[in-house]
């Protein structure tokens, strides 16, 4: 009895070492993950060529997993975000992706979830990046009242900031955005052509939201196509023909009924109502497989994901038969994907680090 007492005590003298020394252990951890945190920059490693990453695949349903719709395309070493939803700011850093040499953002529309992230990247962007001019804001007729609102929404803030840190660190000519509005003629239309790269927006489908674009890259002769928001749109397939890469939404409707039918029988007939309305705008992941397949593009990356896939199981029945319709590549992105297209030829995917995880 004796010898057993004696354990207990030193099994508990340890239990007290343990925490006395838990503290300097996660201290010393701490120091490590915000050195490796810092210095990390996962952009100037990358080959030539031209890459997608994505910084946000969700959509407006709540998904731990995912941020709102963003994708960072990067090309050489120039870095230019489309659409920034919600908590896309803070996955570019987990990213190790630096926000500072953001170069413009492009959106294809302005549902609020493509934009509710547009003010913390703005200042992020601004306060890393030491900026000395505002943020280049591309998007269709529209942007410039977008573009007003965010602006004097955080202008007290940056009065704030400057007056904190200093001109030197937050440059007050550097705070903001600047609108770059488009029109396009037939439907489409080159609104950057510029060292090598050419961005070209493409009128899509997404009434009632409209105007609403889509947006193909060409660098180095590779090309990525990105859908936006749409409806199946053949427009889209044409802009995509001779591409790498074609990144499109995807919305499940035999997943997004079973949630209409739950919140109908909960007695929620306005969420029912929207995830019946939903389908008619969106793109299946069997339409989208249809479109890359008439594109022929190699391989397909499926974002905005309707509804989120809780279950890892659920990504089969999320995408149907959609493979047996495309003969190419084909993902179901997430958060810090990354897809690369060097100039000297290939795809892969991989995942981006940095930050503390």
Known sequence: ??????IIAGLLLLAGAGWLFRGPVAMAVYERGAARALATNSLDPLPDGLHAAFCGTGSPMPDPARSGPC????????LIIVDAGEGSARTL??????????????????????????????????????????LPLHGPIGVEELTTGFNTAYRPDSIYRTAHHGAAIVPPQGFGLSPRAFALADGKGV?????????????????????????RFDYGGRCITVSGDTAPSAA????AKGCDLLVHEALQPRLTRVLGKAAKDAGNTGIAKVLADIENYHTTPEQAAEIAQTAGVDGLALTHIVPPLRIGALKGPFLG???????????????RDIISLPTSGGMDKTQMGGGFR
Not at 323 to 330: D, I, K, L, Q, T
């Open 321 to 335: 038969d959609a493979r047996s319709r495309f003969s190419g590549e084909m993902w179901i992105v997430a958060d």
């Open 236 to 239: 889209l397939a044409r802009a």
């Open 1 to 6: 009895m004796k010898c057993f007492s004696f």
């Open 93 to 134: 850093a987990m990213m190790g992706l630096p926000v500072g040499r953001i170069e413009r953002v492009l959106l294809t529309h302005f549902h609020s979830d493509h934009i509710d992230g547009l003010g913390a990247l703005m200042l992020q962007r601004w306060v890393n990046g030491h900026a000395m001019a505002a």
């Open 71 to 78: 994708l960072a395309i990067i090309a050489g070493k120039r």
């Open 191 to 215: 609104i950057l052509d510029d060292g090598g790269l050419t961005i070209t927006a493409i009128r899509v489908d997404h009434s009632p939201a409209e105007p609403a674009v889509g947006y």
